[in-house]
């Protein structure tokens, strides 16, 4: 067996690091009695980290957004609190299914062509009258008009506004390639169009500034990118405010009665509800709160959504291996799309290896005082894609599993 190695710890190592130790005695504790691989949710830091969200958006409604949480027990606990209304879905099949499980005002923020699922929807009076469908493009209203399928229920409909920063004349764009619609005129136009159109409704408007709520603007090691990022979104934001007031003016002349203006995100939460045309804000990663969400100055939660692999080998001094670990986030390829060491600090990933589909190996001093069988907790680097590979969140109070929560794939659904 390979002899340990104890570390030299000075006190201020001591200091920094005593609350990040005391979570891994108490999630060790609290599943000693589970194998893993395993994925905990911390219900303190959740409830925190929800209560935080409600703080930061001033008084306006917070909407769920199920991808960064997937899980129903969890969506049911967050929105039994004061300051939360609704869910942002992300698929139309999911829509539905969160309709039939007494979600009574679900979004869906993104264009279907599952027609199946939108012949079931005008088919439903209770699903219609729950769900609200994205269109940015008269092709989708032709798409759901033909596969009603004799359902004549009205259809709510929500347009896109598309958010990103156009600079030097539109030749340089920062933002997701998201809707087509930007400017009033086109977003009053297919208001209008929606209007004229028996069994639609247009009930709202959307625009998530991504560039804003999803990009860290303080970078550890890295002053020059913060700063340029920080100067981006600043631009970004106040460009947006003036062109998302316009818009909401353009619609509301077509359609007074809009119940809903959604915009932002987790990172955005307090320059989104700044805008009087804003009513509700949408977040959902700042309840797990993931490791891409570290690099922000206007908010810090607490991670409470983390996943454990057991120690099956040590090849040598200052590495053990764990079973599993290529859990990658979507979106461009790199390092900061790959989960990270984070108990016991100090580990870190094999250049050669990465985080791998069956074994990962881990190098550091920290590797000396693992034995087989114990646990190295992750930080997934997104938040409810964690869910797609697990069926269970053990619910972890203290240093107690207090309850097991289905994942929407431990209820048998992979929407995406």
């Keep these: 067996m390979t002899p340990r190695v104890t570390p030299r710890v000075t006190p201020r190592a001591v200091a920094r690091t005593a609350p990040r130790a005391d979570d891994r005695a108490r999630y060790d504790r609290a599943t000693a009695h589970l194998d893993g691989p395993l994925a905990v ?52 099949a999911e829509s539905l299914w969160l309709a039939r499980s007494g979600f009574e005002d679900v979004l869906l923020a993104y264009p279907s062509a599952d027609r199946a699922a939108y012949a079931e929807l005008a088919a439903d009076p209770k699903l219609a009258a729950a769900v609200t469908v994205m269109v940015d493009d008269p092709a989708q209203l032709e798409l759901i008009e033909r596969a009603r399928n004799g359902g004549t229920e009205e259809i709510r409909v929500c347009l896109e506004l598309d958010t990103s920063l156009r600079m030097l004349g539109g030749r340089v764009r920062i933002g997701a390639l998201r809707s087509p619609l930007r400017e009033p005129a086109q977003l009053a136009e297919l208001a209008r169009s929606i209007d004229r159109r028996p069994g639609f409704r247009l009930v709202g408007i959307m625009a998530y500034e991504g560039h804003v709520a999803g990009v860290g603007d303080s970078i550890a090691g890295r002053p020059v990118r913060s700063r340029m990022v920080r100067a981006m979104q600043g631009a970004a934001r106040r460009e947006l405010a003036v062109r998302r007031a316009a818009v909401v003016r353009a619609v509301r002349s077509v359609v007074p009665d809009l119940e809903f203006v959604n915009g932002g995100g987790t990172g955005s939460v307090e320059s989104t509800v700044a805008e009087d045309a804003v009513t509700e804000v949408a977040a959902g990663s700042g309840l797990y709160v993931p490791r891409l969400f570290d690099n922000y100055r206007s908010f810090s939660g607490r991670p409470a959504a983390l996943f454990a692999l057991p120690v099956v080998r040590r090849p040598g001094v200052g590495v053990v291996t764990v079973l599993g670990g290529g859990y990658p986030a979507s979106g461009a390829a790199g390092p900061d799309r790959s989960p990270v060491p984070y108990l016991p600090e100090g580990l870190r990933y094999d250049a050669q290896e990465g985080a791998g589909e069956v074994q990962t190996p881990l190098l550091g001093a920290a590797a000396d005082d693992l034995l087989i069988g114990d646990k190295v907790w992750f930080r997934h680097a997104k938040a409810g894609e964690l869910c797609e590979r697990f069926a269970r969140l053990q619910l972890i109070e203290g240093d107690r599993v207090t309850d097991t929560a289905a994942t929407y794939r431990g209820e048998g659904h992979t929407f995406l």
């Design 41 to 92: 949710v911390d219900v303190e830091a959740f409830d925190d980290n929800a209560a935080d969200l409600v703080r930061r958006a001033g008084g306006k409604p917070v909407r769920v957004a199920s991808k960064s949480v997937r899980c129903r027990a969890l969506l049911e606990r967050v929105l039994a609190k004061d300051g939360f209304a609704g869910v942002m879905s992300y698929t139309l």
